[in-house]
């Protein structure tokens, strides 16, 4: 099987990165690189903060106060990269949003660049043709100053950059956009990888305006990055459509902003996650919103009044997990998504509007099917499947459960299971970190049933669950709703 690539990207976003000595800095973005063992292949560096601003955004003061020391940070870490053999790449956002008081004098002064919409500043519009010009001259100045290795444009953060409710039939001013920026880079006296970040799958694509059937025949983009915090994103239809080019597919895994109730997961998520990814061909796994290094190297360096919007884990698990050449023998767990997870947003991409779950389960004993992917053979291993339903009665609500067509008879009920990160019958938050955990969590049903493994398919398995019996279903406007259905595969030495 070909090598997968581990990419890092890393949003080093701090008010406080330049209150640390240089040095110190550089052993801190590091540290699990050089301490840890995690060998990347690749570092995305979203350099918003270490490099001229073409707005006024809430990055531009780091970026003045290492400008003050006389200190060319972005450099230094290209270098560093370089020395340990890693590829550096410039992560830049297509829209970049505002967190300051300031008017963007940019987007005042040329209102034809922007799009009205859920941002107070607007989002940069590439409808626009002299915005495309703008973009394009800012990037490949960066590009020309510094010696990145490729430049990954994100859509995802912040969409829509198309005029809403028309990206389709804008498709081809992003096409023009990315074209134009694949011949300045390939001007450009060294190779540089270009690619995008883009929706989960195809359909999102064309809903906000990608037309990546066109980019990969035409050669435009070197790779593309399929999502950012869904667990199934459609890698096979990614493969397809660069099947015979030369663009790569990779997945992206986002620890910050996650879908909805999907933070905090445990090892065998993300076996599960990962072996799916590898075994459906992702030429790379991004590994986003990571911290560099563990929270007490952050405390050494830092008093605890300036450590502020500080990520928590860091790269050293979910690279050891990517690793593990025995995660297969290990315990792992399929998840179906789950949307959300992103507010700031119109469009599509990086919301999971596609997810299966949430869903209701109809009245009429009609079976709610929910599709999971598991990739490999475990047919000689013990396997359980296990749903997480809202609002159901245990006095009246009986249901059945199947897996891929046969009926699940034996089966255990819980009516006191808790689940910190769903908050029914309270509205589920699209927000991310601690404050997704509900501190006082309503107790819901979980259903668990042990399976014949010989039913498990290398590829789609369909978890299907009815109400058969709700005798007061009239009276009670609200569904009952399966939140999580998973597929769980102990070890293979259990």
Sequence with gaps: MKQTRFIIQLDPYMGQLANIPEDKLIDWLFYCIDKKDVKADVIFWEGHCFFEQELNC??????????????????????ECHKRGIEAYCHHRISEVELTSDRNELKQNHKDWIIKTWWQEGLWNLASKKLQEFKLNYITKIMTKYSFDGICIDFLRHLPCLPVGKQWEYRECVTEFMTKLKNS?????????????????IEACHKDGFDVEKWAKNNIVDFVICGSRTVNPDIDRYKKITEGTSTLVYACWDAWHLADAQHNQ??????????????????????????PA???????????????????????????????????????????????????LTGCGGNNVFAP???????????????????????ERNAEIRFVITNAKSSCDKFKIFFNGAEIEDFTENYYYTDQQIFWPDPQPSIYTAACLNQNPTPIL??????????????????????????NYFLDSDSINVERAEIIITAKDN
């Design 185 to 201: 880079m390939s001007n450009l006296n060294r190779q540089v990888a270009v690619g995008a970040k883009l929706p989960e799958n």
């Design 294 to 344: 563990p929270q007490e190297e952050l405390e050494k360096l830092l008093p605890p009044e300036e450590i502020l919007n500080c990520l928590g884990r860091d790269y050293s698990d979910f690279y050891n997990i990517f690793n593990d050449e025995n995660k297969l023998n290990k315990a792992l767990k399929f998840a179906a998504d789950r949307k959300g997870g992103y507010p700031f």
């Design 357 to 379: 779950l949430p869903a209701p389960i109809p009245n009429d004993e009609t079976p709610l099917d929910i599709n999971i992917d598991v990739c490999g053979d475990f047919k």
């Design 58 to 79: 809430y990055n531009a003061d780091i970026y003045r106060k290492f400008q003050e020391k006389r200190i060319n940070i972005m450099e230094r870490i290209i270098d």
């Design 266 to 291: 445990t090892k065998d998520f993300y076996r599960g996650m990962l072996s799916n990814w590898i075994n459906k061909g992702a030429d790379g796994i991004v590994a986003f919103n990571f911290a």
């Design 446 to 471: 979980e259903i668990k049933a042990k399976v014949d493994s010989s039913l498990i398919n290398n590829g789609t398995n369909t978890l299907s669950i009815s109400v058969i019996d709700r005798t």
